[in-house]
């Protein structure tokens, strides 16, 4: 599509100041695309670099502390601990008590935003060397802390459960845009949590990553009996990947004594590659964990879904790629596949074969039955890399990942020249261009066939905190006109960087073609 520089005004009639239609800001709950930033401080920001210091006050970048450790015994309740770039060789003790009213985040700080150190954070229980045995300690031990997020963090397991919360009651934990690795203490499991009898976790693990294979599961959620009613512990686990082995990924066992039992590990929109969740007995049928809108590429002889009672786990809206055996003591859900006849066709690397563009693992071919299968019941508006769910407005597909960037070469419909991109149906397609400090305009000509139905296609810059960029975006007129419209939005950049402009197409009849071309940049 060619570029063409400066932009001409547009051939609308005027609908807000100066004739441009206004910008609209649109609400990031609808996934806008790429890393969302946190929330800003509460309290005092903290900070950690690898250049840091233990003995600094941890007040600014210059002043950093040098370990996590450190920070997760000493920051001001409310305050975010921003972590730079770098690999943390060190087990964290977290012994600050975080309020509901005065939560800390420990956030890593991957673009460099905050700290200036940008890149991956890791933070690793192989505290000598990647080559050298791991510790025998927990990685992230939560000592009974509640009220945490920790986000963009790389956690590798050494010879200990990665991340433990047993010794007392932790509530209020989020976990999100975070990887964990499993490392020598594959029996172990990577996340053990218990609950206080009576009493919700509220655990959430958003947008994660998890690699291990231990019979204990990615994540065991042990639910202690008591006496009393039975209640839902609500961990919740929603557009994550899992690479699991042959061995359940979830696991809810009972602990302690008592007629009063607890459920309720709470699934949306995840990938699993091996089994998802065995539940124990002495585990609550009045409160059963739910399971919606996921896939499992299950070849092993573990049994996907299993439950040592019925009614412990409910289940709909997934995709079961297993073996003969899918479910025990699971009654299948309405809207589920399990007999084979959806292909499970996923990215895994085989696009190299054919020249095609790296994708994660796990998202959906072009055309796969995995793409508008599933419901995910309005619980995410997001998939695993904060990209709208579903692409367009349509069913989202079943699994962590939705199609994205899925626009296509066109060569007969176009506006200049004689490549066009263009789509039938609905989906969305970015692009990344570099903008400096000031004020930059971005436009593209967009036309509809007459098919088209629903909100009308748009250009959508995404929100990037980095340069001062927020998320106004420009819809046409009408659609189906057929004829090429300019859509314009004009952004005021604070500094140099990245920005993302995204293109949508929202067509809900499944037929119409939207085009784009013609874009100008100035």
């Not at 950049?493 to 402009?501: D, F, H, K, Q, S």
Request: charged share 10%.
């Amino acid at each position: 599509m060619p570029v063409r520089s400066p932009i001409k005004t547009p051939g609308k009639g005027p609908t807000g100041p100066g004739g441009r239609r206004p910008r609209i800001p649109v609400s990031h709950a609808s996934g806008l695309g790429g890393w969302v930033p946190p929330d800003p401080a509460l309290g005092s920001p903290a900070y950690v670099r690898k250049s840091g210091s233990d003995s600094n006050g941890g007040t600014s970048p210059a002043d950093a502390w040098l370990t996590v450790n450190h920070a997760a015994q000493t920051a001001a309740l409310g305050s975010t601990v921003y972590i730079g770039a770098g690999v943390y060789r060190e087990t964290v003790n977290v012994t600050i008590t975080p309020t509901a009213s005065l939560p800390v985040a420990f956030v890593g700080d991957v673009d460099g935003s905050f700290t200036g150190d940008a890149g991956m954070v890791q933070l690793t229980a192989y505290t000598t060397s990647d080559t050298a045995a791991p510790s025998a300690t927990t990685l992230l031990n939560l000592s009974g802390s509640s009220n945490l997020t920790f986000q963009n963090i790389a956690f590798v397991q050494g010879n200990a459960i990665l991340v433990t919360a047993t010794t007392a009651t932790s509530t209020g934990v989020t976990f999100r845009d975070c990887s964990f690795a499993a490392g020598r203490a594959l029996t172990l499991g990577l996340v053990s949590v218990t609950s206080a009898f009576g009493r919700p976790l509220n655990w959430t693990f958003d947008r994660c990553y998890f690699m291990c294979g231990s019979v204990n599961g990615n994540i065991l959620v042990n639910c202690t009996l008591g006496v009393g009613p039975d209640y839902d512990v609500n961990v919740v686990i929603r557009n994550s990947v899992f690479v699991a082995g042959d061995s359940n990924v979830l696991r809810l066992a009972a602990a302690g004594a008592g007629a009063g039992k607890g459920n309720g590990i709470h699934v949306w929109n995840c990938s699993f590659f091996g089994p998802i969740l065995n539940s124990g007995a002495n585990i609550s049928t009045q409160f059963p964990s739910t399971v919606y809108n996921c896939f499992c590429h299950n070849p092993t002889t573990t049994v996907a879904l299993v439950a040592s009672s019925s009614g412990m786990i409910v289940e709909d809206y997934n995709l079961l790629a297993a073996g003969s055996t899918v479910r025990t003591n699971v009654t299948a859900g309405a809207h589920s596949v399990s007999d084979g006849s959806y292909a499970p066709l996923v990215h895994f690397g085989q696009e190299r074969v054919w020249g095609g563009s790296l994708r994660p693992f796990g998202e959906p071919l072009a055309s796969s039955p995995l793409s508008r299968f599933g419901n995910d019941g309005s619980q995410t508006p997001y998939d695993a890399r904060n990209g709208p769910r579903p692409a367009g407005i349509l069913a989202p597909a079943v699994g962590a990942y939705e199609r994205g960037n899925n626009f296509a070469k066109e060569t007969g419909t176009v506006h200049t020249g004689s490549n066009a991109i263009s789509i039938v149906g609905d989906g969305f397609q970015d692009f990344d261009f570099a903008v400096d400090a000031g004020t930059v305009t971005v436009s593209v000509y967009c036309q509809t066939d007459t098919n088209y139905t629903g909100e009308p296609p748009r250009l959508q810059i995404l929100p990037n905190q980095e340069v001062g960029v927020g998320d106004p975006y420009d819809a046409a007129d009408a659609a189906g006109v057929g004829a090429f419209e300019q859509l314009q939005v004009t952004i005021h950049p604070t500094a140099a960087g990245v920005v993302t402009a995204r293109v949508i197409a929202s067509d809900t009849s499944g037929t119409a073609e939207t085009v784009f071309d013609t874009w100008s940049i100035a």
